[in-house]
């Protein structure tokens, strides 16, 4: 089982940018698909970005998100991170990290994610 928990976010105005960190533990959580995912009120939640934090480290990113945000991992300090930039009042959302120990391929397919932490608030005014 992996634990996630974000840190991070706050508001932010438009135009500027925010990091968000989650600390990731538990087994095998340095060779899976590890991604960020968000939901704003009324909306259902989707898939930002993602990366395999095997060797291969392969990133998928929302078509929404390209070219402004980029997600990493840093195996040393067992957290993974969501730079957002460029950020639009649309980006305004809940943003969780999650986990797939079942796979560490296609980390761009957003179902299957089944660890999840807690959310951090992101508002772009």
């Known amino acids: 089982q992996v634990q996630l928990v974000e840190s991070g976010g706050g508001s932010v105005q438009a135009g500027g940018s925010t990091r968000l960190s989650c600390l990731v533990s538990?087994?095998?959580?340095?060779?899976?698909?590890l991604g960020w995912f968000r939901q704003a009120p009324g909306k259902e939640r989707e898939g930002v970005a993602a990366?395999?934090?095997?060797?291969?480290?392969?990133?998928s990113y929302a078509n929404f998100v390209k070219g402004r945000f980029t997600i990493s991992v840093d195996k040393a300090k067992n957290t993974l991170y969501l730079q957002m930039n460029s950020l639009k009042p649309e980006d305004t959302a809940m943003y969780f990290c999650?986990?797939?120990?079942?796979?560490?391929?296609?980390?761009?397919?957003?179902?299957?994610?089944?660890?999840w932490g807690q959310g951090t608030q992101v508002t772009v005014s």
């Open positions: 538990g087994d095998r959580w340095s060779s899976t698909c």
């Open positions: 990366i395999d934090a095997d060797v291969a480290g392969v990133q």
């Open positions: 999650a986990a797939d120990v079942t796979r560490a391929y296609l980390c761009g397919s957003w179902s299957g994610y089944n660890s």
